[in-house]
Each structure stands twice: as structure tokens, then as C-alpha cells.
């Protein structure tokens, strides 16, 4: 049984998300804090296996019209690293305006500003996750 694991790969914090049994929908599952380069690296696919991801989703940040920022090469950096550590695929998958998304829906949930720096990212994560999810479940991958 497949299971996908995404996550939305920040300076200070990590988003992760699950999908559910069936590929269906992504779950926000936790947000980790960012304690060091190597140490981050490990943690992430020590969180996948403990997850049973058969496959990785990273987030992968673009600027609006697509190409490569500072960002993009940063992610690309952390996510060269995280394959080293894992024989688990890993995709990458464009994450425009998914954390922009994630702070609109706490918002409207009316979550104060402290809190939602421990929600933001697993919830775009989730976001990150569920576009790939409705690709491949329109394709039939």
C-alpha cells in the first residue's frame, strides 16, 4: 500500500503531512523545528520511515513566473541531502502560495499570531500533498 509523506521545507521550521489510507486527502500531522543542517536532514527521514512513506513529496519553492529563487536552491540543497539519507523517491512538487493558503485558513479560523507558527507549515505541507495527490489521482498514476 502506498503511502505519501510531504514536506514543506522551511529556514526555521519543517511542515510535514500524511496521506490518508487511501491517497486520497492530506492530513497536517506535526511541524518540526529546524535544529541544525545534519541534524534536520537526518530527523526528516527518520519521520518518513516512522511515517511508512513510500514516497516523499518536498515543496519545492518557485518565484510566480516559475523560475528559480534563493529559496528554490536552498530546498534543492536540503532535499540532495535528504536522498543521500533515504532510498525512499522523493518529488518535488511546486509549492506557490501554499503557505499563503495555510495563513488564510488559520486566520479565518481566528488562530492568534503565536499560534500559528506551529500549525502554518504542516497545514501548507498539507496543501503541498494534496496538489500532488489530485495530479496523479486525475491521471491515475
Excluded: W
Aim: glycine residues 6%.
Amino acid at each position: 500500500m502506498e503511502r505519501y509523506v510531504a514536506f514543506d521545507i522551511g529556514d526555521k521550521r519543517i511542515g510535514v503531512a500524511i496521506s490518508d489510507p487511501f491517497n486520497t486527502y492530506a492530513l497536517p500531522s506535526q511541524t518540526y523545528f529546524r535544529k541544525g543542517f545534519k541534524t534536520d536532514v537526518e530527523a526528516i527521514a527518520k519521520i518518513a520511515v516512522e511515517k511508512g512513506a513510500t514516497k516523499i513529496i518536498c515543496g519545492l519553492p518557485v518565484n510566480f513566473d516559475g523560475s528559480d529563487a534563493l529559496q528554490t536552491e536552498k530546498t534543492q540543497r536540503f532535499i540532495n541531502a535528504l536522498a543521500e539519507k533515504t532510498d525512499i523517491p522523493i518529488i518535488c512538487e511546486d509549492e506557490r502560495f501554499t503557505t499563503q493558503m495555510a495563513h488564510e485558513v488559520l486566520i479565518s479560523e481566528g488562530m492568534r499570531r503565536e499560534k500559528r507558527k506551529n500549525y502554518v507549515d504542516a497545514l501548507a505541507a498539507a496543501n503541498i500533498l494534496d496538489g500532488y495527490l489530485n495530479k496523479i489521482n486525475k491521471k491515475g498514476v
